[in-house]
C-alpha cells in the first residue's frame, strides 16, 4: 500500500468551479500536511498547510482533515486558468520532517 | 529571503557517465532534503540531512548514488554511473521545522 494516495486526474473544471482534490495517507502517526502545487517543469511551491482536524481556509483555498478517516482534501474555489498545475500531498509523522508525496493530481481549468 | 539555489539546471549524459548536483539551501535551514522526481510521479526521498549529518537515506541507492554537506550549508549529490532510469528532476528542499521550501531542481536525462 502506498504512503500517500491521491485521486487519479487528470481533473478537468470550468472556469469559476470548485476543483475538490482528495489525498489519503496509510500512516495513523501522520502529524502534518501540505498541499504543494507543481506547475509544468517548474517546483513544487507550498499553498497550504494543515495540522488539526477540520477545516483552514486561505482565499480561494480550503484544505480539510480528518484523522480518524485519514484523508486530507484541497478545495480551490473559482478556479482560473491560472491554478491548471499538478497538485501534490505530502505528509510526514511526528517528530520527522521529512515528506511523503503522492503522486500527484494534475488540474486543467479551462476558461 | 533568497530561495534554494541548485546548479546545473539541465544536464544530458550518457549511461555509464558521471554526474554531480549542487544545492546552497536557504539560509539558517538546519535540514537539507534531496528528491527525486520522475515524470508523472511525486518527488522521492533519497537522502535528508541536519546539519552535516545523515538523517535518513535509506531510499538512496548506495552503490551509484552517494550526497555529502560540509560544514552543514551546501551539498552534493552525486551519480556514478548513471543509468537509464535515473533520468529524472533531482530537487532539493530546505526547511527549519516545517514546512520545506524547493528549488527550481535539475533535469537529467541519461541517454
Known amino acids: 500500500q502506498k504512503e500517500v494516495e491521491q485521486n487519479s486526474g487528470p481533473l478537468s473544471v470550468p472556469e469559476g468551479a470548485i476543483a475538490s482534490l482528495n489525498c489519503t495517507y496509510s500512516?495513523?502517526?501522520?502529524?502534518?500536511f501540505f498541499w504543494y502545487r507543481q506547475y509544468s517543469g517548474k517546483s513544487p511551491e507550498l499553498i497550504m498547510s494543515?495540522?488539526?482536524?477540520g477545516d483552514k481556509e486561505d482565499g480561494r483555498f480550503t484544505a480539510q482533515l480528518n484523522k480518524a478517516s485519514q484523508y486530507v482534501s484541497l478545495l480551490i474555489r473559482d478556479s482560473q486558468p491560472s491554478d491548471s498545475a499538478t497538485y501534490l500531498c505530502?505528509?510526514?509523522?511526528?517528530?520527522?520532517?521529512?515528506?511523503?508525496f503522492g503522486a500527484g493530481t494534475t488540474v486543467t481549468v479551462r476558461a | 529571503e533568497a530561495g534554494v539555489a541548485q546548479s546545473p539546471r539541465y544536464k544530458i549524459i550518457e549511461k555509464r557517465q558521471s554526474v554531480a548536483f549542487w544545492c546552497n539551501p536557504i539560509?539558517?535551514?538546519?535540514?537539507l532534503y534531496w528528491y527525486q522526481q520522475i515524470l508523472g510521479q511525486g518527488p522521492k526521498l533519497l537522502i535528508q540531512?541536519?546539519?552535516?549529518?545523515?538523517?535518513?537515506d535509506s531510499q538512496l541507492p548506495k552503490d551509484r548514488f552517494s550526497a555529502e554537506r560540509l560544514k552543514g550549508v551546501d551539498s552534493t549529490l552525486k551519480i556514478q554511473p548513471a543509468k537509464l532510469e535515473d533520468s529524472a528532476v533531482y530537487l532539493c528542499?530546505?526547511?527549519?521545522?516545517?514546512?520545506?521550501?524547493f528549488g527550481q531542481g535539475t533535469r537529467l536525462t541519461v541517454v
Open positions: 528542499a530546505s526547511s527549519l521545522g516545517y514546512p520545506a521550501f
Open positions: 500512516d495513523r502517526g501522520s502529524q502534518s
Open positions: 494543515i495540522y488539526s482536524n
Open positions: 505530502a505528509v510526514n509523522q511526528i517528530n520527522d520532517y521529512k515528506l511523503s
Open positions: 539560509s539558517g535551514h538546519a535540514t
Open positions: 540531512f541536519q546539519n552535516n549529518g545523515v538523517v535518513d
